[in-house]
């Protein structure tokens, strides 16, 4: 059996509520939430109400956080009208991930749909007007071997809105199922093929920053290894000859000679 879609669903109980004397408020609504089907009797809520005594949200909501796993948490109000409602996987106190969305309007609980629905529903709609579109416009059209394609002739064309949704009713019922699957595949196949690159850029990333904090830790090793064995600079001795010395010794043996021949 098909279970029908979350979405679709809208509970309401007002035994439930007119049984309670202050009516539905803040401090009762995950109550209310507990008696439709979206409630998780496995959750973190339901096993810390059997375990303790209290009845105030915002105690309950300080022991959720010291737990880990499903729970429901009020994350928005407007009294005496509007909740909305989180159900989330707890992985830390300050971690967690958004499972759904619920919210409760005049005492009816709906769950929000996702954004990934909302965006493949608008797409579907567009692409199917498209297609109703173009086989209109494929219907209008007709060949002559003279004059080619041209539009054909009269009122054909410019049907009044009646005639627009004739044409559209007697779109094959087979075909038109057929082109729903196919846009659906088509969006599912692109979102799978989008989300595998992005994963893959973030994975390059990733290594090219391993390899870049390997490599600058590798040159600081070498250059700590190598400093030591590097001899000193050994300062110039006294006694070594440079041009300075030479030049004034050819001066004083030139001098020398001179004297001697006088």
Known sequence: MVEPDPTTIIWR???????????????????????SPFWDPQCNNASL?????????????????KMKGIEFQ??????PALWVIRKQNRLGEWEVNLV????????????????????????????????????????QVEFHPATGYTWKGGDSHTGTSSNKKSRIAQQDPAELLEFRNGVERAFTSTTIKMTQQLNQVFAQSQEKMKELTTGNQNDMII?????????PAQPSSPNQPNADNITKRRKKSEDIGKKKKK
């Open 49 to 65: 109400k059997m375990q303790t005594r209290f009845n105030d949200l915002k105690d309950l909501t300080m022991l959720l956080k």
């Open 100 to 139: 759904a969305t619920y919210y409760i309007l005049n005492y009816n609980i709906l769950q929000a749909p996702s954004l990934y629905s909302i965006i493949g529903n608008r797409v579907l709609t567009s692409l199917y007007q498209l297609h109703i579109a173009f086989n209109t416009a494929y219907q």
């Open 74 to 79: 009020v994350v928005h109000e407007r009294p």
């Open 223 to 231: 250059s700590e290894v190598q400093a030591p064995d590097q001899p």
């Open 13 to 35: 109980d007002l035994d439930w509520i007119l049984a309670q004397p202050d009516g539905l408020n803040s401090n009762n609504v995950l109550s209310y939430f507990e008696t």
